[in-house]
């Protein structure tokens, strides 16, 4: 078992920046990758940025370059850091760690919204 807890959620006026944290615990050893994905009202939930036990990296196309995933393996805790932020960024965003044999693990969730 993962226990995963988000915090930096928050109101952020266009153009700004958040930083999102997650840290896992219980059987963290055994997490192959770890990452967030986000889901706006009416949508569907989709993968934002992830990264690798080898420090591999992906991003959405609609985020790329805006925003940057990276993890603290000793902590086991991974990091969104989120600049340039548009209304359309706006959403509950979710920790997720892929654990051995592929199980997946999410937290509870955390509201960014982007507003004037």
């Known amino acids: 078992q993962v226990q995963l807890v988000e915090s930096g959620g928050g109101l952020v006026p266009p153009g700004g920046s958040l930083r999102l944290s997650c840290a896992a615990s219980?059987?963290?050893?055994?997490?192959?990758?770890m990452g967030w994905y986000r889901q706006a009202p009416g949508k569907q939930r989709e993968l934002v940025a992830d990264?690798?036990?080898?420090?591999?990296?992906r991003y959405a196309d609609s985020v790329r370059g805006r925003f940057t995933v990276s993890r603290d393996y000793a902590k086991n805790t991974v990091y969104l850091e989120m600049n340039s932020l548009k209304p359309e960024d706006t959403a509950v965003y979710y920790c997720?760690?892929?654990?051995?044999?592929?199980?997946?693990?999410w937290g509870q969730g955390t509201q960014v919204t982007v507003s004037s």
């Open positions: 990264i690798t036990s080898g420090s591999s990296t």
């Open positions: 219980g059987s963290a050893s055994n997490i192959k990758a």
């Open positions: 997720n760690a892929l654990w051995a044999f592929g199980i997946q693990y």
